[in-house]
């Protein structure tokens, strides 16, 4: 590409303005190929940039600014990845949209943030509170959900009575519950004490790395104790300090790292 193509173009590869993003990325990062059939289809002369024709690998374009087309087709760049903590309370469901017109965790962001189209990882049921993160990086969230990978997570259950030292022990050995096809499944070992009892009720803390539907109140329950109340209090490293039921933040660049090791 010549010096008057770079100027009518508005992108350059020089040292000196690299701030833009390559042109091969940028097209993978919009979902229209991979890195490498990225590069093909601009060698192959079917990308355009403002107009012009791109076959030079390596060129460097400003997302939102300048005019990228693929065989005619205009490419949109996409939102920047975000990832957000939030506390949620109980009765917002875990879901982008409800078909059943119920609230979402999305309507305890502010517009700007929804513009991003963030969507929850992994899910906490209706009635449950806690610390729930969202974020639009598909790479990030298959990577928190896959159970290779999948971090403790700490709930805090208000149950009904008081559990004995054998139910602590069948917790911490693996429990076995009904699921909603009715097949049984035995849960791996969790982490459990009690961190407060009266007459009626006990305050249960369960750590676990699993994270099936329903699964802490299914295996409470399968030990017969009821869950009044079910709160996620942490995720990995992850607390809810400081952050108030229906609030939020983002998460700083060494959480996210820390939650991919």
Do not use: C
């Not at 193509?5 to 690299?18: D, F, M, P, Y």
């Not at 939102?64 to 939102?79: C, F, L, T």
């Not at 990577?143 to 139910?167: D, F, W």
């Amino acid at each position: 590409m010549n010096k008057k193509e770079e100027q009518q173009s508005g992108i350059t590869s020089s040292q000196e303005e690299a701030q833009g993003e390559r042109l091969a990325r940028f097209l993978a990062h919009a979902g229209v190929a991979s890195r490498r059939h990225a590069e093909e289809l601009i060698a192959a002369g079917r990308v355009q940039v403002n107009g012009v024709t791109i076959n030079t690998q390596g060129t460097r374009i400003y997302p939102g600014q300048d005019r990228v087309v693929v065989d005619g087709k205009v490419i949109e760049a996409r939102s920047p990845h975000t990832y957000v903590l939030l506390n949620k309370p109980a009765g917002y469901v875990s879901t982008a949209s409800d078909p059943e017109g119920r609230p979402t965790v999305l309507d305890l962001l502010p517009a700007e943030l929804r513009e991003y189209r963030l969507y929850p990882v992994g899910r906490l049921d209706r009635d449950t509170s806690g610390l729930l993160l969202l974020t639009n990086d598909g790479d990030f969230a298959q990577r928190l959900t896959h159970p290779r990978y999948e971090k403790e997570k700490h709930y805090e259950a208000l149950v009904n009575g008081i559990p004995s030292s054998q139910t602590l022990r069948a917790l911490r050995s693996g429990v076995t519950f009904t699921e909603d096809n009715n097949k049984s499944y035995t849960s791996s070992p969790a982490r459990v004490r009690i961190l407060r009892r009266d007459r009626q009720a006990s305050l249960v803390e369960l750590t676990l790395r699993e994270g099936r539907k329903r699964q802490v109140r299914r295996m409470l329950q399968a030990t017969g104790h009821t869950v009044l109340q079910l709160r996620r209090s942490g995720l990995g490293p992850l607390t809810l300090q400081g952050i108030q039921q229906g609030q939020w933040r983002h998460l700083t660049p060494d959480e996210i790292r820390t939650l991919l090791e």
